[in-house]
């Protein structure tokens, strides 16, 4: 069983910055890609950033230069940085993980609970 654990729920204002964490834990041989989505009630969930083993990324058009995700593989957890925040980031943001559980098995995708950041003044 593995459980991905998101911190850094957040009220900012427009400008301003937050910083995410998102710790795996459990029965954990190697993580994959790591990564954050985001939804807004009503749309669907969308890719912000994903960042692979080696630290390899890709970012969405609209977090360009403003976002920057990072790992630390000893601590199996990802990080988002969020600068010059604007209130079109307002969303629930879940962190993503592709872990496989043994030396055996293929990756799986496993989910955080979530955390809300709210951009407003």
């Known amino acids: 069983h593995v459980q991905l654990v998101e911190s850094g729920v957040g009220l900012v204002q427009p400008g301003g910055s937050l910083r995410l964490s998102c710790a795996a834990s459990?029965?954990?041989?190697?993580?994959?890609?790591m990564s954050w989505y985001r939804q807004d009630p009503g749309k669907e969930r969308e890719l912000v950033e994903r960042?692979?083993?080696?630290?390899?990324?890709n970012y969405a058009d609209s977090v360009k230069g403003r976002f920057t995700i990072s790992r630390d593989n000893a601590k199996n957890t990802v990080y988002l940085q969020m600068n010059s925040l604007k209130a079109e980031d307002t969303a629930v943001y879940y962190c993503?993980?592709?872990?496989?559980?043994?030396?055996?098995?293929?990756?799986?995708?496993?989910w955080g609970q979530g955390t809300q950041v709210t951009v407003s003044s």
């Open positions: 459990g029965s954990i041989f190697i993580i994959g890609d």
């Open positions: 960042i692979s083993r080696g630290s390899n990324t």
């Open positions: 993503n993980g592709a872990v496989a559980s043994t030396l055996w098995e293929l990756y799986q995708d496993y």
